[in-house]
T-cell receptor, first 118, second 111 residues
Framework: KAGVTQTPRYLIKTRGQQVTLSCSPI?????VSWYQQTPGQGLQFLFE???????NKGNFPGRFSGRQFSNSRSEMNVSTLELGDSALYLC?????????????????FGPGTRLLVL | KQEVTQIPAALSVPEGENLVLNCSFT??????LQWFRQDPGKGLTSLLL?????REQTSGRLNASLDKSSGRSTLYIAASQPGDSATYLC??????????FGTGTSLTVIP
């Protein structure tokens, strides 16, 4: 089974531009989460999508947005880029437990997209 | 808000030594705790997942324990090898599918 894939792997942008990152989850996984990783803040949760709906959102400004398509693929968009947006952006997918089941499933991470804002 | 702390921040050990990594969290109402490994410039690889009702999980040379009431987890690595060198992260979920990550422990195993 193919793992989580993210494109592009590397990206260089300038301040003020916008960027779109893509994530394809493991086949059959319907939950996709996005994280930002920086040396200073560590790994921080951006948002989670399930069945094309945003279910959870972290504490990031509105410049960060996302969406999920009917095939579970997800995109993340950052508008009006700032220097501080330079980071590794990680996507993770997981199965969700059956209704009434208390357990959560393992999250599987992609290799990430490294964004550099100049 | 859930806060996750990992101690030590960095650890260097000779090959063959057994070691313990620590993780603590402030809100004990978690669904599960997961340990990950991250190699430089790469994504995360899941090592062990402990459900809130479980006390420990084992995989090969790795053993993770969970004490929900005290807000602590440990990752025990037996007979360390140079290939174990990486950053180890623990993460907990409270509700939904949002993970709160620790700050990580950078492990170096010296041949």
């Amino acid at each position: 089974k193919a793992g989580v894939t993210q494109t592009p792997r590397y990206l260089i942008k300038t301040r003020g531009q916008q960027v779109t990152l893509s994530c394809s989850p493991i086949s059959g996984h319907r939950s996709v989460s996005w994280y930002q990783q920086t040396p200073g803040q560590g790994l921080q949760f951006l948002f989670e999508y399930f069945s094309e709906t945003q279910r959870n959102k972290g504490n990031f400004p509105g410049r960060f947005s996302g969406r999920q398509f009917s095939n579970s693929r997800s995109e993340m968009n950052v508008s009006t880029l700032e220097l501080g947006d330079s980071a590794l952006y990680l996507c993770a997918s997981s199965l969700l437990p059956a209704p009434g089941t208390p357990y959560q499933e393992t999250q599987y991470f992609g290799p990430g997209t490294r964004l550099l804002v100049l | 808000k859930q806060e996750v702390t990992q101690i030590p921040a960095a650890l260097s050990v000779p090959e063959g030594e057994n070691l313990v990594l620590n993780c603590s969290f402030t809100d004990s109402a978690i669904y599960n705790l997961q340990w990950f490994r991250q190699d430089p410039g790469k994504g995360l690889t899941s090592l062990l997942l402990i459900q809130s009702s479980q006390r420990e999980q084992t995989s090969g040379r790795l053993n993770a324990s969970l004490d929900k009431s005290s807000g602590r987890s440990t990752l025990y690595i037996a007979a360390s090898q140079p290939g174990d060198s990486a950053t180890y992260l623990c993460a907990v979920t409270n509700t939904g599918n949002q993970f709160y990550f620790g700050t990580g422990t950078s492990l170096t195993v010296i041949p």
